[in-house]
């Protein structure tokens, strides 16, 4: 099973700011479509997928979020701007051999994380 590891939860204020990281095995960081999922009780959902090149993100995060790789690293990153209460949530990586969008649900995507922890406070 191959594995996704995320990083760079945690707790800040709203309006603050966070970046998120997800290490992925060295083959798909440029060839698969690469999601951030945030998943909380009763509810999961993509906020921003990469595509070669091209990103797709939900509403609720667009303008605030921002997905960017670097594959020499083997990373995609997610930059949060501007963070508010309800982006409290559970952040995973998800990863789909095929192209994706921010509309596609967890079960696309074969391959994915344990998720960091994200708490907003008010």
């Known amino acids: 099973q191959e594995r996704l590891e995320e990083s760079g939860g945690g707790s800040v204020q709203a309006g603050g700011s966070l970046r998120l990281s997800c290490v992925t095995p060295?083959?798909?960081?440029?060839?698969?479509?690469i999601a951030w999922f945030r998943q909380t009780p009763g509810k999961e959902e993509a906020v921003a997928t990469s595509y070669y090149g091209t990103t797709t993100y939900a509403d609720s995060v667009k303008g605030r979020f921002t997905i960017s790789k670097n594959c020499n690293k083997d990373t995609i990153y997610l930059e949060m701007f501007n963070l508010k209460p309800e982006d409290t949530a559970n952040y995973y990586c998800?990863?789909?051999?095929?192209?994706?969008?921010?509309?596609?649900?967890?079960?696309?995507?074969?391959?994915r994380g344990q998720g960091t922890q994200v708490t907003v406070s008010s």
């Open positions: 998800a990863a789909a051999n095929q192209q994706c969008n921010s509309d596609n649900g967890p079960g696309f995507f074969r391959y």
């Open positions: 060295g083959y798909m960081c440029g060839n698969y479509c």
